[in-house]
Every structure is written in structure tokens, then in C-alpha cells.
């Protein structure tokens, strides 16, 4: 009697113990369950959690099996006394091509307690090698026709009972869509996506097993001109990589016996063409249903009339995993309104400027056509307006085969907008037959911003959106015009900010290998990567190559982007330090802060030039810097002490070429200002003055900025470092141009290029630039993040391992509001004020720790959940600090009341 009942509380007892922490999110190489690994050495992550505060890993123990549920054949780590729960590197046996692995992982705490097994996750490595390639390049022997049509490919296959798993492995010169048995090969869009591509081109796999049945099958894909081979850039370059497309596939079918078949691509597939008669990126698509080969990758399809494929022997050692997401279709509108315009055109608006296409359903007769135009804006009298998509056509052409309902959508195009143009069909239009549907690369959502500033909110929204229009596989400028690059300036800027909407570590880690290999010789980055523009390099620009991997590495903790840029971040200083003289880079063509404050008639000289030369040294000694950080995290310690060294003399030159005795500059601009306060380029005794300047310019142009690309991201920051925070504030409430919420009043639902991108008088700036979805001035998102709500990371615990949460109330507003999804796990700041207090609520995710600011009004009572802080265990007060009480926070989340007659900072 007495046994059984101490036996069930023993039970209880442990079972509790082991219930208080747990391990989920279990990610490899950054993805979930990915089935393309090449790193030899992936490195595995996950997340704790826990209802206690204060929760720390101790050690962690990971096992990984060849088999689901087996022994841990491949690596047992044993129990590991640490800390990291974030990119852990694999430490197994040697890891074999197509291979999946099933791992899991349980933790120790700082509370004596261990979490139990997590439930398992699996990775499949890619193709290491050429050698693991049965396939052939294919491609059509055939004339191809001018309009350059797509071709189809096909093959048959039999196969055998006892299918246990099958993978397809493929890529295309030019962009393929797959199909198996007639259905689409997965759900992303563009494959294999843009790099550069006779350096790098990326295969996919996709998990086909379901697809594959025993017995006859059918497998083919179709190509469509894309990058490789269409026009690109400004200049209308055409066949950039070469000009044939073809194919590479194959697949590995696995049976329950052991046995391996491969389905290869060779010279007896079959090739034709069908109902996409064109396609162009900039131009758009034309598809023509009545060349429809219906049911062209069932195995009973007839293709007797199709013609042999021709073997081509294409490089294959150029073929790497994609690493990064694909483009995935996303948000979809359904509710477009029907207007004519003053012209009489029939315009259906979708009330999102946005990046993707229209699918239409329609009926009629065999060789009707309809014509869809794409545009991002209405003009001044209400007309569609294309004039700033310069040569680009953007339209897609539908014609139909008759009969019943068909349904079209482009595969090889995409257009920037937010109307369409309807021309072609007769009779009635119904709106709820045109859906618009954008499609950018899938990176998880990481970051919301709120606040009680309905502007404001509308801003955050027109960031999201032009990160989303424009993060297309590569980082594009704008989605619309004759131009959609990978400019350098853009992504630089935005990292930041695009690290808090969205999970970029994958995109941007992808991205930077292009700009390696497209690196010159002589350490020169490209204008644009992939690089399509020539030899071209620019301060602003190429410091690309130091800036995101320093971003990627705070934002995401993680040291394998500064190791794999560590000498493309280098050879860029080293291509600087080549051209400068005694220390001073003022030579060659730099685009300067592009697109700064310009009024039209400037008799008295308001514009905002800043000197290109000062600009070149504040980024050399920005990049120096950089480099410096990576060689320190990296152990690089010759080479931290040498551009220390070689970083002092850059900054001597600056003083002695372009600052005064008294800290003024040689260009008086708040770009300058920002510039030289950002990079500490100036000596401590004059940053104070050269403060209070830019803030003097500011007031002067009574409260607007005058930043152009290169001076905005910095601009509020530098405001707040030296304590103007109320002047920042005003900046950003600004409603008149320019400001960030001038585009906002005048109904923008992206970031425009142009501060004035339409006119107060509603006329629109010059077309050969005026692009709606331009992302770079949407770098103030970062401020609002990082000092309205207040969430940062610091650097010796990059990724928010340790983080800073210091929420600066003020502006008026009344609440503001951030959440971020890190590499652990959530971290939330929200506040809210009324007018003798103010409520701050916190999140801190498990297994990191939180320096947290809380303002301290003189005579102000701060508890925490209604009780005093000192009475509070988990809660270390540190200091107090310009009016702020300091905190050392553990996981968890807390609510703090600060009461007084609360006095915004
Ligand atoms: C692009 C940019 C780019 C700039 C270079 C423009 O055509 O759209 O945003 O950075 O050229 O100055």
C-alpha cells in the first residue's frame, strides 16, 4: 500500500522536472527539414522554452541517425557542457550525397532540469559532386522561332513496387516549371533563381515521392528565357549567359529493398513547344491556348510529333544546393476595383502596389485575345500611367482556345503594379475574374511594428511591402521598370531593416556568394550583382561587401557569413586602400548620397550635395571598420591590429582634408553630419558641436530631411546617440516634403525612389526615374525598431543572445509596439502611456539575457507585475543611466508600471 503510493509521486515529481523545458524549431543550416544540403558540416539550431524566467541551456546533447528513429549512427555529440543552441556545427561521420538524416536533441538547464528528447527533425544532403550528376544537359536541335517560344521536354519511366522515397534534382540555362504525372513540381517560381550563373547555378530538389506511382510515369519541365538568356538591364543586354536554354534533371528513386533507380535527362527525351509562345521579364508574357499540349507529362500522352532532344555538354562543376527560400506566390487580391478612366480604359485597381501577376478566368472564342498592361500609378487626371516603366512593356497576352472557362497565368514574367489595363475582350468585366497574386522569395515573417500613429503604421506597411516587392530571389532596386538589378547602394541600406521585417539570412547569404564571384581581380564590387553592368565600383555601393555580412552576423549571430566574406570584405578594402593616396580615397566615379533633397529652382542654394570625395573616405573607414569587427570575431588577430592601424591614418587623412579646428565640414549637409557622427570620424571633443550642426541644418530646413540614399539610414540614429531623439521624432512625423510620410499622405503603399516621386501638384517627377517600389528610404524602419520600441542586440552576443531593449517614448505617440521572431525565439517590446504613467511589457526568449532601459522619471515609482523590482528575484538592477533605470533580465516575459506625471524623454 505504502509502496504504491510513493511510487506515483516519485513519478509526478520527475515528470514535472521534466516538463519545464522543452526544444523545438529544430532547423538545419537555417531551414526546416531541407532536402539540398552541400555544407559538409551543416550546422543545426533550435529553441528552448520554458514557463520560468531566467532559463539558460547548460549542455545539449544531439544524436544523428541514417534511419527515422535509429541509433545515432552518424554522430552522438555525448552530453556538451554549452551554451549554444544556435548554429551548432555537425561533428559525425562523413555526410553521403542524397542521403537523409534524422537528428534530435535534448537539453540540460541552469535549473538542474533536462528537457527530454525533442521531437525529430531530418536533413537530405544535396549532389556534392559532378559526379553525382547521371543527367545530360538537354536542349531542342530544332530552329528555334523568333518569338523564341518556351520548349517543352519529356521522358517516360517505369516504376517498380516498394517505392520508399524519390528526389528530383534540377536546373535549366534559363527558368524551368516541372511537372510529374501532370502535376507541378513543387510551389517555387523562377527556379533556379538569378546568380551568376557560368560561376554558380543552383539546383533544386524537390521531395517527388508522392508523385511517382508504381508503373509508368512521365516527368518533363518547361523553359522560358529569364535572366539567362533574356533582355536585362537598362542597355536591353540579351543573351547575357548564352543563348540556348536547356535542361539538367534527374531523379533518384529509392525502394524499401535497397534498391536505386535514376531517372536522368539524355538524348532520348523529347522535346516541343506549346502554349507560352513568348516571355521577357520586362516585356511580359504571351500565351496562347490553342498550342495547349494538354496533358503533355502524362505517360499516355501521344508525343509521336515531338522531336528528339539534343545532349549538350555544359559544365556541370559550376552547380551548387540552393540554400536560400524560393520565390513562392503569397498574398493574393481578389477584390480589385473596376474603373474607366478618363481615356475610357478599363483599369481594375488591386489597391497594392505590388510585385507578381494577374491569373484571369475567361471565356470566348478560339483566337480572342486579351491584353493585360501592368502600372504602379494613376496619373494626375486619373489615366494609366506607363511612362516610367521606360522600354519595359509589362503585358501579358492571353489568347483563347474557346469553349469552356479557361484560366491563364504568365510563368516567366513579372510585373510591378498595382493596376492592370484590360484591353481586347469584348463585353462585360467582372473584377472577381482577375486575381493579382505577388510572388517574392518566401523568408519567414520575423518583425511586426505597431504604434498608435495611423501614419506611421501605414509607413511600416509600405517598408513591408517594398521589401516584399522587391526581394525577388536577388535584391532588386524596383520590380517595374527596364532595370530590376541587384543594386549594391539598395541592399546595403536596407539590411538592416530588412533583418527585422523578414528571416534574411538565407537570402542575403546567398546573394553575397554572387557578389564574391562577380568581385574583380582587383577587389573592385560590381554596381549591380549578379553583375550585368560592367566594371563599374562606388562608395555606398560596393561597402555592400562589408556592410550585410556585418548585419547578417548581429542580426542573426551568425560567424559562417563573416568566414565565407571574410576576403571578399578584404579584397574591398584592399581595392580602396589601392586607390587612395596617403590614405585619402578621392579619386574615380562615385554616385554620391543619390536622390538627395533638390528643389527645382535653387537660387539660393538649399540643395544637399555632399562632397562625393568626403562620402568615399567615411566608407572606406566604414568598411575598414567592418573588416576589423570580422577579423576580431574571427581571430584574426594580425589583421585586426593592421587595419586598426591602416583605420587611425584613414581617419587623420579625413580630418586633415575635410574638417576644421572646430569640427565643421567641409560640406554642411545632414549627410555629412550623419556620415562623419555614424563612423566616428570625428575626435571626440567636436562630436557634440557637430551634433548640435545637424540638428541646427535640420531646424533650418525647418524640420526635413535633405538625405539622400546614402545619409538616411543613419540619420534618426545619430539624432538619438547624441540625444536628440525629439528632433529624430519630429523627422519622422514630418508630413511635408521631404519626409517619410509625405508619399504616405499622397497614398503610397510602397516606398517610393524619389522623396517626391509625385508633386504636391500631383504631377509626377521625371519618368526615366520615378520608380513606386524602390525600398532604399525605407531604411527608417531599423529606427523604429531599434529605438521607438527599442529592440537591439549587442554585439558580444550577436543574434539577440544578449539583448538591449531600451523603448524611447515620445513623438507624442501615444503606444508603440515590436515583436521579432530570433534565432531563440520571441522578443516583444510594447508600450504604452498615459498621462501619469507608463506600461511597458516585455519578451525575452529562452536561453538569452536582456540589458533592458527603463525610463526613470525623477520622483517615478517602477514596479514589475505590482511588485517593487527589488522584490522581484529575476530582476538585476544594474544602474541608472541618463535617466534610464538599467536592468540585467533573464527569459520571460515581464510588465513593467513606471508611475509619475510621465514626462516623455
Ligand atoms: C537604381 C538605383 C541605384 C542607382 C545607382 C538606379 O537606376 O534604380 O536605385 O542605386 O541607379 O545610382
Not at 529569364?226 to 536591353?236: A, K, L, N, T
Not at 527596364?482 to 547602394?489: A, C, F, H, K, S
Not at 501615444?814 to 534565432?823: V, Y
Amino acid at each position: 500500500m505504502r509502496k504504491t503510493l510513493v511510487l506515483p509521486a516519485l513519478l509526478l515529481s520527475s515528470l514535472s522536472v521534466f516538463s519545464q523545458v522543452s526544444v523545438s524549431h529544430l532547423l538545419t543550416e537555417n531551414l526546416p527539414n531541407p532536402i539540398s544540403i552541400d555544407n559538409k558540416t551543416p550546422r543545426l539550431s533550435w529553441q528552448l522554452s520554458s514557463p520560468d524566467r531566467s532559463e539558460l541551456q547548460t549542455a545539449y546533447e544531439i544524436q544523428v541517425s541514417d534511419r527515422p528513429g535509429g541509433k545515432p549512427s552518424a554522430w552522438n555529440s555525448g552530453k556538451v557542457a554549452s551554451e549554444q543552441s544556435v548554429w551548432v556545427t555537425y561533428g559525425g561521420t562523413a555526410l553521403q550525397a542524397g542521403k537523409k538524416y534524422f537528428w534530435r536533441v535534448r537539453v540540460w538547464d541552469n535549473k538542474g532540469r533536462e528537457s527530454g528528447w525533442s521531437k525529430p527533425a531530418s536533413w537530405q544532403m544535396g549532389l556534392l559532386t559532378p559526379a553525382d550528376w547521371k543527367a545530360q544537359w538537354i536542349q531542342s536541335a530544332a530552329k528555334e522561332d523568333a518569338s523564341q517560344p518556351s520548349p517543352l521536354f519529356r521522358t517516360t519511366f517505369t516504376a517498380k513496387n516498394g517505392i520508399a522515397s524519390a528526389t528530383a534534382y534540377i536546373t535549366a540555362h534559363g527558368l524551368y516549371e516541372a511537372q510529374l504525372n501532370g502535376q507541378r513540381i513543387g510551389d517555387a517560381y523562377f527556379t533556379p533563381g538569378w546568380t551568376s550563373y557560368n560561376k554558380r547555378l543552383q539546383y533544386q530538389a524537390y521531395d517527388v515521392t508522392s508523385l511517382i506511382h508504381p508503373g509508368k510515369n512521365a516527368v518533363g519541365a518547361m523553359l522560358g528565357s529569364g535572366w539567362y538568356r533574356g533582355y536585362i538591364c537598362y542597355d536591353w543586354q540579351h543573351n547575357f549567359y548564352g543563348s540556348d536554354l536547356s535542361l539538367l534533371m534527374q531523379i533518384i528513386i529509392r525502394y524499401d529493398n535497397g534498391r536505386i533507380d535514376t531517372i536522368a535527362s539524355d538524348g532520348s527525351w523529347k522535346t516541343a513547344t506549346g502554349e507560352v509562345r513568348h516571355s521577357e521579364i520586362y516585356d511580359g508574357e504571351l500565351i496562347d491556348h490553342r498550342q495547349d499540349q494538354k496533358g503533355w507529362s502524362l505517360p499516355d500522352f501521344d508525343d509521336a510529333a515531338w522531336t528528339s532532344v539534343q545532349p549538350a555538354s555544359y559544365p556541370k562543376d559550376n552547380l551548387v544546393a540552393t540554400g536560400n527560400e524560393p520565390v513562392k506566390k503569397q498574398e493574393t487580391f481578389h477584390t480589385g476595383k473596376l474603373l474607366t478612366t478618363p481615356k475610357g480604359e478599363r483599369v481594375i485597381d488591386f489597391g497594392q502596389n505590388l510585385t507578381g501577376w494577374v491569373i484571369l478566368k475567361l471565356k470566348g472564342r478560339a483566337g480572342d485575345s486579351i491584353r493585360l498592361s501592368h502600372a504602379e500609378v494613376l496619373d494626375k487626371a486619373g489615366n494609366f500611367y506607363t511612362d516610367n516603366l521606360r522600354r519595359a512593356k509589362a503585358q501579358d497576352v492571353f489568347i483563347l482556345k474557346g469553349r469552356e472557362e479557361e484560366t491563364f497565368e504568365p510563368h516567366f514574367t513579372f510585373h510591378g503594379f498595382r493596376y492592370i489595363r484590360i484591353e481586347g475582350t469584348a463585353g462585360e468585366i467582372n473584377p472577381d475574374d482577375y486575381t493579382a497574386v505577388a510572388l517574392y522569395s518566401a523568408m519567414p515573417k520575423t518583425g511586426e511594428f505597431e504604434c498608435s500613429d495611423a501614419l506611421i503604421n501605414q509607413l511600416q506597411h509600405n517598408i513591408q511591402w517594398g521589401q516584399q516587392g522587391n526581394f525577388l530571389d536577388i535584391p532588386t532596386d524596383c520590380p517595374q521598370r527596364d532595370e530590376r538589378l541587384g543594386w549594391t547602394g539598395d541592399a546595403q541600406v536596407f539590411s538592416r531593416t530588412a533583418a527585422f521585417n523578414r528571416g534574411v539570412d538565407n537570402f542575403f547569404a546567398k546573394w553575397l556568394k554572387d557578389l564574391a564571384a562577380d568581385q574583380k581581380p582587383n577587389g573592385a564590387v560590381p554596381f549591380v550583382i549578379p553583375n550585368v553592368t560592367g566594371n563599374g565600383t562606388s562608395a555606398g555601393w560596393a561597402d555592400v561587401a562589408t556592410i550585410i555580412p556585418w548585419n547578417l552576423y548581429l542580426a542573426y549571430g551568425d560567424r559562417k557569413v563573416l568566414e565565407d566574406q571574410y576576403s571578399s570584405m578584404k579584397a574591398w578594402v584592399e581595392y580602396i586602400r589601392g586607390q587612395a593616396k596617403n590614405d585619402l580615397w578621392n579619386t574615380g566615379f562615385h554616385f554620391g548620397d543619390w536622390l538627395f533633397y533638390r528643389p527645382a529652382d535653387d537660387n539660393d542654394g538649399r540643395s544637399a550635395v555632399t562632397d562625393k570625395y568626403f562620402i568615399a573616405q567615411c566608407f572606406y573607414a566604414h568598411s575598414t571598420q567592418l573588416l576589423i569587427n570580422a577579423a576580431t570575431v574571427l581571430g584574426k588577430k594580425e589583421d585586426a591590429d593592421a587595419y586598426s592601424a591602416l583605420l587611425r591614418r584613414i581617419k587623420d587623412a579625413f580630418l586633415n582634408e575635410y574638417v576644421t579646428p572646430d569640427g565643421r565640414l567641409v560640406s554642411g549637409t545632414q549627410t555629412a553630419y550623419v556620415l562623419a557622427l555614424e563612423f566616428d570620424m570625428l575626435p571626440e571633443a567636436t562630436r557634440k558641436k557637430a551634433a548640435a550642426r545637424l540638428v541646427q541644418n535640420i531646424q533650418d530646413y525647418n524640420y526635413h530631411l535633405t538625405t539622400g540614399f546614402l545619409g538616411t539610414p543613419y540619420l534618426c540614429h545619430v539624432l538619438s546617440q547624441y540625444n536628440y531623439t525629439t528632433v529624430a521624432y519630429k523627422l519622422l512625423l514630418q508630413d511635408t516634403y521631404p519626409s517619410w510620410l509625405y508619399p504616405v499622405k499622397m497614398g503610397a503603399t510602397t516606398i517610393w525612389e524619389r522623396w517626391d516621386g509625385i508633386r504636391p501638384d500631383g504631377s509626377f517627377q521625371t519618368p526615366g526615374m520615378n520608380s513606386f517600389n524602390h525600398y532604399s528610404y525605407g531604411a527608417i524602419g531599423d529606427w523604429m525598431y531599434r529605438v521607438v520600441a527599442g529592440i537591439d542586440t549587442y554585439e558580444d552576443g550577436p543574434g539577440y543572445h544578449h539583448s538591449r531593449i531600451s523603448p524611447h517614448p515620445g513623438g507624442g505617440l501615444t503606444s508603440a509596439a515590436a515583436d521579432l521572431e530570433t534565432c531563440y525565439g520571441k522578443i516583444s517590446s510594447h508600450w504604452r502611456m498615459t498621462s501619469d504613467s507608463l506600461a511597458i511589457d516585455i519578451d525575452i526568449p529562452a536561453n538569452t539575457t536582456s540589458t533592458v532601459y527603463i525610463p526613470a522619471p525623477e520622483g517615478g515609482v517602477i514596479t514589475e507585475g505590482g511588485q517593487k523590482l527589488s522584490a522581484v528575484a529575476s530582476i538585476h538592477i544594474d544602474g541608472v543611466e541618463k535617466g534610464y533605470l538599467v536592468l540585467g533580465l533573464g527569459s520571460g516575459s515581464y510588465h513593467f508600471l513606471v508611475r509619475a506625471d510621465y514626462q516623455e524623454n
